[in-house]
Nanobody
């Protein structure tokens, strides 16, 4: 049974930092892209960042987080991270970790991701 478990969310002041972690079990995801999505109240789920599979040094960031967020992965630990800096109130959302449906596919659409974590709340106060 595949499980993705996020941790590291919380309440932080604007300008602060948080690091989210996503630990995967039940399957090795080294050949799959891993992404962080977020969903704010009343809004659609959107991709914040995604990172390619092992061996391809490639990542994609939404314009809204570019330069402030960094996604990384540790394949030995089957874990993906999202380092968030210079946080803004508009970053407030539930953040979800996701694993791609197809090996060696990298994309921004939620439909391309088959496995999802339960989400972790990030709240940025002004």
């Amino acid at each position: 049974q595949v499980q993705l478990v996020e941790s590291g969310g919380g309440l932080v002041q604007a300008g602060g930092s948080l690091r989210l972690s996503c630990s995967a079990s039940g399957r090795t995801f080294s050949s799959y892209a891993m992404g962080w999505f977020r969903q704010a109240p009343g809004k659609e789920r959107e991709l914040a960042a995604t990172i390619a599979w092992s061996g391809l040094s490639s990542a994609y960031y939404a314009d809204s987080v570019k330069g402030r967020f960094t996604i990384s992965r540790d394949n030995a630990k089957n874990t993906v991270y999202l380092q968030m800096s210079s946080l803004k109130p508009e970053d407030t959302a539930v953040y979800y970790c996701a694993a791609a449906r197809t090996p060696r596919w990298l994309g921004v659409s939620p439909s391309g991701y088959a496995y999802w974590g339960q989400g972790t709340q990030v709240t940025v106060s002004s």
